[in-house]
């Protein structure tokens, strides 16, 4: 017997069965029939589920649902519909944020849809210059079960269905591999929530490790984006310290190695930083490194100042400019409409200073 109450939300159906069939008679048949409730209704005991005194006793001493908490949320009105964050509480005190964006207006008669950008970690600790969370430095890993529960609460408890999800809330993803691919294996589960990995994003600032556990699975069909940001060595090192560990040309060697399905593309985010790395042989450089990475796309995010801004946010002829160079050298580009900025939602701006003090952070793993 567990000394621990077991979280479901950090389990697929088939793993609860098995655990509830050690635990408990008729554990295995409540697993299944439970399951898909707790995580649609985000309900530990969904009202009508029958599970006769003792059984149900057992079930609650075994087993929990550990649900974050809606702290309070923001909201940006704005064109094509409002964005929102979330800050959520967990278990022992830490605020986290997932934000819920719009992507698509429904004046063509279909539904308005949502991507949930979802948080790894309590912090970071990778370091990019121009990110809020970053200055936080790493307090500690999201678990599982914290990054299902995202979903989890964004849908039953604040009524927000997302189709995509994109992991590039607090946190480097595969900084957090083992939990991030756990949390993917209960989010794609067919008797749960069942997405499909192509309505997944892993979003990494160039985690070469943590890209090499993620091709391992052999899941084509699950969406990998790059922060590339900068496209030499020098710069990059500077706004990004990943560099420095991992730099360019190895990046593109295990870029190249990723499993991709025929239309596969590589997200590749680039935060345009006005006199940093908005030069004309940037956008060359950009062109460069995705040559030999197959089908990439370059979604360019104008810069978000934050708290200690690195420089001004891009005029609209600075971010036309450099859209048409990286097109010139025969890149695709999508430019990032900013949203959320003024909730401090937006890429970049996601944690903050009070978080910072709240807790001594974690030493940083050996590298
Ligand atoms: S941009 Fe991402 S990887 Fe870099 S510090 Fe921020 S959260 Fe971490």
């Known amino acids: ?208 490790e943590g890209i090499a556990k993620i091709a391992a699975l052999g899941w084509k069909r699950l969406n990998l984006s790059i922060s590339l940001n900068a496209s030499n060595d020098v710069d990059r090192s500077r706004i990004m310290p990943v560099n420095r560990k991992t730099p360019l040309a190895e990046l593109q060697r295990v870029l190249a190695q990723y499993p991709q399905r025929r239309n596969f593309t590589l997200g590749v985010n680039y935060c345009l930083l006005p006199g940093i790395n908005d030069r004309r042989e940037d956008a060359r450089g950009i062109a460069d490194f995705c040559r030999p990475l197959g089908r990439s796309l370059v979604n360019l995010i104008p810069y978000n100042p934050g708290t200690a801004p690195l420089t001004h946010a891009p005029s609209e002829d600075e971010v036309d400019r450099f859209i048409a160079w990286l097109r010139e050298d025969g890149l695709p580009v999508r430019r990032r409409i900013t949203k959320g900025r003024s909730i401090m939602a937006a890429c970049g701006q996601l944690g903050n200073a009070a978080l910072r003090r709240q807790r001594a952070p974690v030493p940083p793993a050996a590298q």
């Open 1 to 208: 017997m567990s000394a621990e109450p077991i979280d479901i939300l950090g389990l697929t159906s088939d793993e609860l069965a098995e655990r509830a069939r050690a635990e408990l008679p008729s554990g295995h048949g409540i697993a299944h029939r439970l399951y898909p409730r707790v995580m649609r209704e985000g309900l530990f005991a969904p009202a009508g589920f029958p599970i006769s005194g003792e059984s149900s006793q057992a079930w609650s001493s075994r087993f929990s649902a550990g649900f974050l908490r809606v702290v309070r949320v923001h909201e940006e009105p704005g064109a094509p519909g409002t964005t929102a964050k979330a800050i959520l509480a967990t278990h022992d005190g830490y605020e986290i944020e997932c934000v819920r964006i719009p992507m698509r207006h429904a004046d063509d008669g279909t539904d308005q849809t949502y991507t949930l950008c979802l948080s790894s970690q309590v912090g970071c600790r990778m370091g990019c210059t121009f990110c809020e969370t970053g200055r936080m430095g790493l307090l500690r890993h999201l678990t599982a079960a914290e990054i299902v529960s995202q979903v989890v609460t964004a849908r039953a408890t604040l009524g927000w269905p997302a189709r995509n999800l994109v992991f590039m809330g607090m946190g480097e993803a595969l900084d957090n591999a083992e939990n991030v691919i756990q949390a993917l294996r209960v989010l794609t589960d067919r008797r749960g929530l069942g997405y499909s990995h192509e309505r997944i994003t892993i979003c990494t600032s160039g985690h070469a």
